[in-house]
RNA sequence: GCGGGUAUAGCUUAGUGGUAAAGCUCCAGCCUUCCAAGCUGGCUACGUGGGUUCGAUUCCCACUACCCGCUCCA
């Protein structure tokens, strides 16, 4: 490991431990064991992503005339996970390779020709150990027929029960040849025989109701694996309840389950986690257009949730790895502490997704064009935004070691998570600054009291007050309001009163303000 | 799915074939007039299940989870 990657990987494991220590992310049924590829989020985890929900849905939703929400429902009906090629076609075909144990894609081996060497075991003479399982080794033209016999042995010393034994005393049983042509069962690699292909099926499946027949194929319905799906399920209803124009948007955040078969790096790949999504139609030739312009728009959001735009990449997927439907897709990606990985992907999906349901449901889902009098099949662009990717983003973007040296030399390190106000999850620290006066108590209170309906706020009178602003810099509160002796009138000049130390958790600056002052002042700052 | 590694308190680590130590955190109290002060007291742990053993957190096996590298990611 480089040593780059090694601070990397440090870094990673400071802010899964963070997350753990102060209440962000847990791992899902921790006191059993856990639960693989599952986690949940602690009370500051909770917040701070209801906080990227809530400012993703103002600006995509709230704050524009041309895009409505839904929420659909996570169980989906079988028939319409067909219609999109999720039932069948979800996965792709796997094979393994016998001897290497290598995992391959069934549909991108090339095809070879040559000859096949078969067997039917292998044996050893002095210990009378023998085993009795067909193998072959494909050999292409002009490779040494002595390489068959090798990998073969190879293969099956796999199955010694004394590993002492070298697997070149191997005797191989029944060999026997043949020519083969335009084959894809064997490894490229090595020439060892593939298993047969297998379809890893990516989508958790269940069955609904209380059905007489067990396993009933009528009563089989699928966890969504994405959420797009509903919405154009649901896209003629939308349209004519809200009297919606081309170009308009579905936008929609909800969970989705993959049962992916490697879960890896924290929570950025799980097996249940949360989209947010925009299907936004349009007209045919708008498409293209409308994915750069959802680009750039996206890559704005991110900037104003406090994800520069250094940090981000943009992929744009060439022919051939884009979905077989998508005519253009950008994929924005994040330097994550284990590798740049994607947040979100901005898809020009065509009219793929309508036609198919159209097609299969057979219920019109065309949209009537008023200028050129005819009907058609929407176009649609999607930027699909992971949500827990996301949180994640935000937690390693917030996530800072700063040294700092007090007035005696003495040199620390502040841990300070430095979330944008608009996604803390808490907005402010209400601090009296000794907790033995009733009087700086009662004030801290009465302030809490005003903020509280307004924005989550936090009251801690515990310790010394720079051991609270400490621990209010770890979970990334962006302000601490003290409430001090000039506050309640004791000290200092009678302007003083009833005003409050504003301190900023980035630049740990205080300023004065009056009480009456801050809700405002706070209400500008997290919005 | 393959290969390698790890698993002791909330966190970070120490240690032992005779059930465990420390630092930080946390809680209570005292004290404290602005950046992790001090004092006193306190809570809390050997991932799960088997096996060997008089006795296992320690040795062995299996499982689970996490990390790293492959693989995969419609």
Redesign the pocket.
Known sequence: ?SDE?KKD?EL??KI??LC??RGFIF?SAEIY??????WDYGPLGAELKRNLKEVWWRRNVQERDDIVGMDGSILTHQEVLKAS??VG????P?C?CLL??????AD?IPEQSGTVYSYTGASHEESGWSVNKPYSVLLTEGQDPNKAKKTARLYYSQFLTDKQISPKKLELTDESTQQVENVTNFNPENGSLLTEARQ?D?MFKTHMGASAVDNDPAAVAYLR??TAQSIFVQFKNVLETNRMKLPFGIAQIGK?F?N???????TF?SREFEQMEIEFFCYPEDGMKLTDEWLENRLCFYEDIGIPREHLHILDVPDGE???YSKKTYDIEYEFP??IQ?LEGVAYRTDHDLKAHQESSGKSLEYFDDQKKEKIIAHVVEPSAGCDRTVLALICEAFDEET?T?DKGKQ????VMRFDPKIAPIKAAILP????KPELVEKAREIQKILQPVMTVSYDD??????R???Q??VGTPFCI??????IG??GSEDLKDT??I?ERDS???TRMPISELLQFLIAKIH
Do not use: W
């Open positions: 490991m990657s990987s990673m494991k899964v431990s753990k220590s791992q064991g856990g639960l693989n590829g599952c090629g999720h076609g979800f996965s792709d796997m393994d290497s144990k290598a995992r391959l894609r991108q890893f990516l694996p994405e989705s993959r992916e078969i490697n879960p890896r790096n924290f790949r884009r979905a077989h284990f590798g994607e700092i007090d620390e390190i502040r841990t600054l000794l907790k033995n515990g310790g010394a007050i720079g051991r602003y400490r621990r810099d770890e003290t409430v001090d002796f000039e506050t004791e000290e409050v130390t301190r740990m600056e205080q």
